[in-house]
């Protein structure tokens, strides 16, 4: 349950932030789902998930080796160009990929401290490669990078997933109001510092 605090920033955001197309995105495991329930309680906006989307679609095939899910992306860029996105939230780790500049107002990248991420990969009990790929893209940043090609720095906002949910969700709403766009985040240099590079870039 929200506490009064936060709630009363969701509040004053209500006021601010009207009829706005917001994405949540981010590597998997860094809490975009728990942050877009979070904003979309305050806000009184829906929810598009893609992950739901993509099952119920069934646009995807099952990849038995590393135990994820090839997406078909061009039709899933079909289904959602269908779709009106007033007062939503898109939440997913392929929304830059699948969605374009006109249809959102906003992006909020999610990231997290790659110690943290292999933490809850394992409990996940995802396999190896997919652990390795998924942490690795979170360290270089690709998804910030890919966002910042196709959407522009304008559009762009990056908070770290750290110091409890009220935390994160107030950077959120200051990402949505334009008076918050970067988190300076260098996970690269923590983890050469830590002399951990093979740790997660080789296995």
Same mark, same amino acid.
């Given at each position: 349950?929200?506490?009064?605090?936060?709630?009363?920033?969701?509040?004053?955001?209500?006021?601010?932030?009207?009829?706005?197309?917001?994405?949540?995105?981010?590597?998997?495991?860094?809490?975009?789902?728990?942050?877009?329930?979070?904003?979309?309680?305050?806000?009184?906006?829906?929810?598009?998930?893609?992950?739901?989307?993509?099952?119920?679609?069934?646009?995807?095939? #099952?990849?038995?080796?590393?135990?994820? @899910? =090839?997406?078909?992306?061009?039709?899933?860029?079909? %289904?959602? &160009?269908?779709? $009106?996105?007033?007062?939503?939230?898109?939440?997913?780790?392929?929304?830059?990929?699948?969605?374009?500049?006109?249809?959102?107002?906003?992006?909020?990248?999610?990231?997290?401290?790659?110690?943290?991420?292999?933490?809850?990969?394992?409990?996940? #009990?995802?396999?190896?490669?997919?652990? @390795? =790929?998924?942490?690795?893209?979170?360290?270089?940043? %690709?998804? &910030?990078?890919? $966002?910042?090609?196709?959407?522009?720095?304008?559009?762009?906002?990056?908070?770290?997933?750290?110091?409890?949910?009220?935390?994160?969700?107030?950077?959120?709403?200051?990402?949505?109001?334009?008076?918050?766009?970067?988190?300076?985040?260098?996970?690269?240099?923590?983890?050469?510092?830590?002399? =951990?590079?093979?740790?997660?870039?080789?296995?």
């Amino acid at each position: 349950m929200l506490n009064i605090l936060v709630f009363t920033i969701y509040l004053i955001l209500l006021k601010l932030t009207r009829n706005m197309a917001l994405v949540i995105t981010g590597t998997p495991g860094v809490g975009k789902h728990a942050i877009a329930e979070n904003l979309s309680y305050g806000l009184n906006y829906r929810i598009i998930d893609i992950n739901k989307i993509i099952l119920q679609t069934k646009i995807y095939e #099952k990849n038995s080796r590393d135990h994820t @899910l =090839d997406v078909d992306t061009t039709l899933l860029t079909e %289904i959602l &160009t269908k779709k $009106s996105f007033y007062k939503s939230i898109i939440v997913g780790h392929l929304a830059p990929y699948i969605l374009m500049p006109n249809q959102i107002d906003k992006i909020i990248i999610i990231r997290r401290n790659p110690y943290e991420l292999i933490s809850v990969y394992k409990h996940r #009990k995802y396999v190896p490669k997919k652990m @390795l =790929d998924n942490v690795g893209a979170e360290i270089l940043g %690709i998804i &910030t990078y890919d $966002s910042l090609s196709k959407f522009g720095a304008k559009k762009i906002c990056q908070i770290t997933n750290s110091g409890g949910i009220n935390t994160v969700v107030k950077k959120a709403i200051e990402c949505s109001n334009g008076k918050m766009k970067f988190d300076n985040i260098d996970w690269l240099s923590l983890i050469i510092k830590n002399n =951990d590079l093979q740790k997660f870039f080789v296995g």
